[in-house]
T-cell receptor
Framework: DQQVKQNSPSLSVQEGRISILNCDYT??????FLWYKKYPAEGPTFLIS?????DKNEDGRFTVFLNKSAKHLSLHIVPSQPGDSAVYFC?????????????FGQGTELSVKP | DAGVIQSPRHEVTEMGQEVTLRCKPI?????LFWYRQTMMRGLELLIY????????DSGMPEDRFSAKMPNASFSTLKIQPSEPRDSAVYFC??????????????FGEGSWLTVV
């Protein structure tokens, strides 16, 4: 039973345009969300996060939006660059969590074409 | 500043053999996680330790899988006997739970396991 879902396994975007990666979750007890980026043959690295008390968090070209009523979050990358090509994982942590037990989605592979 | 260190990076083994994956977390981190990445399910949490104690092993798929953390700087994930469906990338990650970095966990580069 997948509590965090990334329904698009892949996304292709032109360089300079906006990339929008989506993530849905089912557990209303999740209160902290993160995005991780993973290059081939490397471990995932932290990208950006958002607490459930916010609806937007911005860091440079990366913005995460949270819609709690829809149980939906999205990662916007603008402008997209070829170096952004990677697999992006959405992750969530429940409010009762006593450690960094992240629940991950399946990942979306982003390809940014020059 | 060394990150999470995993070994081996790649392993090819025959079905039925024992496989041991090793992990050295970031020094000072008090939580350690083992994840498995597959195409179908993405990153699945297998088990996590806090202060060397297993807290949640509900993600461990079968009795063939076991994990230990004998001290704060070392953990192993063992599969015995291994099966072809165990082929995946296994990631170890660590975190300073309660630290100023919030809920950011740091991953190793993964151990690529192929069971033939």
């Amino acid at each position: 039973d997948q509590q965090v879902k990334q329904n698009s396994p892949s996304l292709s975007v032109q360089e300079g345009r906006i990339s929008i990666l989506n993530c849905d979750y089912t557990n209303s007890m999740f209160d902290y969300f993160l995005w991780y980026k993973k290059y081939p043959a490397e471990g995932p690295t932290f990208l950006i996060s958002i607490s459930s008390i916010k609806d937007k968090n911005e860091d440079g070209r990366f913005t995460v939006f949270l819609n709690k009523s829809a149980k939906h979050l999205s990662l916007h990358i603008v402008p997209s660059q070829p170096g952004d090509s990677a697999v992006y994982f959405c992750a969530a942590i429940p409010i009762y969590n006593q450690g960094g037990k992240l629940i991950f989605g399946q990942g979306t592979e982003l390809s940014v074409k020059p | 500043d060394a990150g999470v260190i995993q070994s081996p990076r790649h392993e090819v083994t025959e079905m039925g053999q024992e496989v041991t994956l090793r992990c050295k977390p970031i020094s000072g981190h008090n939580s350690l996680f083992w994840y498995r990445q597959t195409m179908m399910r993405g990153l699945e949490l297998l088990i996590y330790f806090n202060n060397n104690v297993p807290i949640d092993d509900s993600g461990m798929p079968e009795d063939r899988f076991s994990a230990k953390m004998p001290n704060a700087s070392f953990s192993t994930l063992k599969i015995q006997p291994s099966e072809p469906r165990d082929s995946a990338v296994y990631f170890c990650a660590s975190e300073l739970t309660g630290g100023s970095s919030g809920n950011t966990i740091y991953f190793g580069e993964g151990s690529w396991l192929t069971v033939v």
